[in-house]
């Protein structure tokens, strides 16, 4: 019915404002869209109301055949689509280890009251959550930083955490917020490269937000370009490179 | 030996140690003394279980004196005799089947707890509803609420008269053995993965929200927790010092709470234990400022309430040296004290060279 993911005419309104009108984008599973557009466009507010961090005005969003539209942010990613944030939020007083951690909380079998009698399961799952939390620190490059603070890490690899603390929810489809930004062409090559072989290795789809062009043309297969919170355009790389309506929504008229 | 297994082995060295002061205490110290002593566990109980939430947690509540008053009148009204009761109650008597029951002293703490918890599950609703200075101001709130209500309800609580002649059951056992046990049960809790969580949120909802951690829930389990030690200290307040009214859980009792963490540093609880037993010991020890004091030449009147100055300034002090209080967030481990014993004089020179 709905396939894999699917939003239907997804709409945004601050008081007279129209961030967002009538998004609809439908995912298959395993795909790699990029969403693009100028600044201001209403990218992030597209990912805001998929996560429920914003209720939508109007619209659906479905999620493997349930409709989600304005499920708390938690519960959202309880179901498996994790997102990281354009302007890093990191939990900065904790470790990196304890930032991924934090991750697996959501759905370990352990009370309370057996953490705080110290019990043998709740011993055994912290144990298990500490292992796999360095697996993914050591998939993503982090691992000799477990210790540090996660505020004192430089700014590509806070990115790099927001990455593994999102992996670590175990998400079926993960939303990337600029993954890029700020980042040089080396780190951004290795990092277009890192996010195609997560995608892989977790069987992941990955729905990414991004400026740097060369990257999303060179990860992406499908791309959807937003202006003023209006789809311009939809297509392939190539298609999008040639399509004359983003180029005026990028440069203007000509 | 694994690091945990030494750590282990050092924590019940240490609390036996503790008791045998104790125990040197009880045996050789004076009344005044050991009165200090409970203070300081009870403040100490009382500390670490209201860090939990302003700490670590990061909301700023300002009523833990409603669970201490709960728990304390629910305690006391179960170890009272019924013919205590009756002689107690002289204007209005106290309504059955409160008149009857009785308990032994450790029921009633665990009472006492109980329906502080109770008392805490109903108003965690709207309290949760919302953030920030508001969710202050709510609490502080129920904290006089339930002050008031303590006054009003002559029928249960006998009013302003309060509730005289109570069984000194407090010893140094009761009190240190809770406040150990708090500061071990919380503690394993705060490092546990639902400790993580609170941390999370507090450091940043939304992402925590992000990662699955449902706020309410985690909010809630640490307001219940806290609520539960603080009703529990308010028991063995109530059976150390034998007579309770309104008067004794105003917002001062909030306030002196909230110094303690503070000075002690909000997040930590080595800082609110440190916290409460500088302020139990330091409440004592300062009570010299307020005797007359005779300089030779001049004779300064003894002064009333001086001592309150004095931790004000101490206060500022500590906020205006150490921002975030004595420990910050940091916490107490075996490690650094070794670290800070096996500091040899050559392993200083290899750092430097």
């Known amino acids: 019915m709905h396939g894999f993911f699917e939003t239907k005419n997804l709409t945004m309104q601050f008081g007279g404002l129209v961030a967002v009108s009538s998004f609809s984008l439908r995912l298959e599973q395993g795909e790699l869209v990029g969403l693009i557009g100028p600044n201001g466009a209403g990218k992030t507010t597209v990912f805001n109301m998929i996560t429920g961090a914003l209720a939508p005005t109007a619209g659906h969003v479905y999620w493997q055949e349930q409709e989600i539209t304005g499920l708390p942010l938690n519960q959202v990613a309880a179901r498996g689509i994790a997102r990281t944030f354009q302007n890093i939020r990191l939990f900065v007083d904790m470790t990196v280890l304890e930032n991924v951690m934090v991750s697996f909380h959501h759905k370990i079998p352990t009370m309370f009251w057996e953490c705080m009698l110290d019990l043998p399961r709740a011993r055994r799952t912290e144990e298990q959550i500490k292992r796999e939390s360095m697996e993914l620190l050591q998939e993503l490059g982090l691992a000799h930083l477990a210790h540090e603070k996660a505020g004192s890490l430089p700014y590509g690899q806070q990115r790099r955490l927001e990455i593994a603390r999102a992996l670590a929810t175990r998400p079926r489809l993960l939303l990337l917020d600029e993954p890029a930004a700020g980042m040089n062409p080396l780190e951004t090559m290795d990092l277009a490269q890192l996010v195609s072989d997560l995608r892989a290795r977790h069987s992941l789809t990955v729905l990414l937000i991004e400026h740097d062009m060369k990257f999303v043309m060179r990860l992406c297969e499908r791309i959807k370009v937003l202006d003023y919170g209006v789809t311009i355009a939809e297509g392939t790389p190539a298609e999008i490179q040639s399509n004359s309506e983003v180029i005026k929504a990028y440069l203007g008229d000509i | ?353």
């Open chain 2, 1 to 353: 030996m694994s690091k945990a297994r030494r750590d282990q082995l050092l924590s019940v060295l240490g609390i036996l140690v503790l008791f045998s002061v104790l125990y040197l205490f009880q045996l050789f110290g004076t009344d005044y003394q050991i009165r200090i002593l409970n203070n300081m566990a009870i403040f100490i109980t009382l500390a670490v279980s209201y860090n939990l939430v302003n700490g670590i947690c990061g909301i700023l509540h300002l009523g833990p004196n409603a669970f201490i008053t709960v728990g304390a009148y629910t305690s006391a009204l179960l170890t009272m005799s019924a013919a205590e009761k009756q002689a107690s109650f002289i204007i209005e008597p106290l309504i059955w089947p409160l008149s009857v029951l009785h308990a032994p002293f450790v029921v009633s703490l665990l009472a006492g707890g109980i329906l502080a918890t109770l008392f805490a599950y109903l108003i965690s609703y709207p309290v949760f509803r919302v953030r920030g200075d508001y969710l202050a101001i709510v609490t502080l709130g129920f904290g006089e609420v339930v002050r008031v209500l303590c006054n009003a309800f002559q029928t249960v609580t006998n009013g302003p008269l309060g509730l005289k002649g109570l069984q000194p059951h407090t010893n140094l056992w009761w009190s240190w053995g809770v406040a150990v046990l708090t500061i071990i049960l919380i503690t394993k809790l705060i490092n546990s993965s639902y400790g993580r969580a609170m941390k999370a949120i507090r450091d940043d909802e939304t992402a925590a929200r992000a990662m699955g951690v449902d706020p309410f829930r985690h909010l809630l389990l640490a307001f219940l927790v806290s609520a539960f030690f603080s009703g529990v200290a308010g028991g063995l307040l109530a059976h150390l010092i034998t007579t309770i009214s309104p008067t004794l859980f105003t917002f001062f009792l909030t306030f002196n709470l909230l110094m303690m963490i503070v000075v002690g540093g909000l997040g930590s609880t080595t800082g609110a234990v440190l916290g409460a037993a500088l302020f139990a010991w330091g409440g004592e020890a300062l009570r010299v400022v307020e005797n007359p004091i005779n300089l030779g030449v001049i004779r300064i009147p003894g002064i009333p309430g001086m001592r309150m100055v004095i931790f004000s300034i101490l206060l500022m002090v500590v906020i205006v040296f150490a921002r975030r209080g004595i420990m910050g967030r940091k916490e107490f481990s075996w490690e650094w004290l070794i670290g800070k014993f096996s500091k040899s004089p050559t392993g200083g020179s290899s750092v430097a060279s």
